[in-house]
């Protein structure tokens, strides 16, 4: 595996920040990755917010990079996706449920759009070019639907537009979700997802007969309310489902690859109820040995955040939680990392970028099935939200070389998640984790 190394002083440390660039970061990071938007009302980048932002790194080391997913990307229509999912046994299904018309699934423009929504782009980046580290083409793109050949449409048009400015040696970069560059657990994923639609679907049909059976008012009721939720606030997965890109493969004209499998995702997410298992079946990291057999739902159950009631705060157990924090996280990264390698293989240099979680989301207290819990213990959980920002700064720490592109934490500002109604708290207002942060981007790996 051809991946690029760099000798390194100080750790390159940054964060992804949706909200734009923050001052106080500027000194005591090294990159900022924000969002670039176009308007479909102008016709333009609006590239004026992210100038005077830019702006702020004048003489300043920290760079930024630039995703530019909702430039050149659009949701795609609820009409054009595909209804239909397979089934264990090979058998189609056609989903019950119309898809949404929010959604995940995204398209890229047409060539000729590219070109028009990226007029301009070029002329910026040459103008900050010293300011400007990467760009990064759209998030999660197989998981969302967009094939390999497509990126590489989109890859190519990006560097023309930069050549003809001038522009040349611009990295540009992905970040997949988990393991979907490789066709064994993206095909894996799609099976969950489709379990996932066939439960909700069979739920319907028995649920449905029993009403049309003349089902008490109770019956009646939990099933309207049930009915409601699916039609309109149901996880996007349902559509997700047959839409997701399982091919694998690391496009060409691809620099940077980056690999996000945050816990939350793993201990709130189905579909990764078996993952662990998946890993240790597959014989891809020792880590992921005890796993073998291992269902999230079932280790969930081992934390003490994951309780009905009063949550015990005492050393021992803080400590176990640790313990199986620990081993979930060296089984995840270092199955991902494993088939990242056998990926990339001999055919390029790939710089690699480890992302890790800095946010709360996933380590409040939930009670037993995952819902949060009333009144949330504040210090406790920036407790957990540190040991987790640990984790990935050991393992960038351990592995420094191999991630050329550095550690990029998510999130630095606080968000609100629509789907359980919650605030979820970025590191911005954690100082034990922010401090810690500052150190390792600070004085590098001897911290």
Known sequence: MMIKEITLKKGIIGFLTPDGIEKNLVDISSFSMINLYYSTKTKKIDLENIESEIQLLAGKKHRVILDITSVIAYIAESDKLNGFIEASDGSKHKKIFPALRINKIRRIVSDKELHQRLSGFGKFVHHYRNNISAIFLVDEPYLNGIPKDELERASRTVKKVLKNEQVENMPIGIIFAAG?????????????????????DDYYIKNKALIDAGADEETARQFSDWLDIIQSKRLTTYDSAGNMYIEGGIPENIDIVGFDFYLSTLLLDFLYENSLDWFAAENLHLACKQFVGSHISELRQQLSFFKDGLVSSGDASRQHDRDLLDSMYECRMGAILSLL??????????????????????????????VPEPGQPKLLIESRVLDEIKRS???????????????????????????????????????????????????????
Request: hydrophobic share 35%; aromatic share 14%.
């Open 180 to 200: 979907m560059f490789n066709k064994q657990f993206a095909t894996y994923i799609s099976r969950q997802a489709n379990d996932y639609v066939l439960k909700i």
């Open 341 to 370: 390698k056998q990926e990339i293989g001999k055919k390029k240099q790939i710089a690699l970028m480890l992302i890790g979680e800095s946010s709360n989301n996933g380590l409040i207290e939930f009670d037993r099935i995952g």
């Open 393 to 447: 700064g050991n393992y960038y720490c351990r592995y420094q070389r191999k991630f050329a592109a550095g550690l990029m934490y998510f999130t630095y500002q606080g968000t609100f998640d629509k789907s359980v109604q919650l605030n979820i708290g970025g590191v911005k207002n954690m100082p034990s984790a922010m401090s810690y942060i500052e150190e390792l981007s600070k004085k590098g790996c001897s911290y």
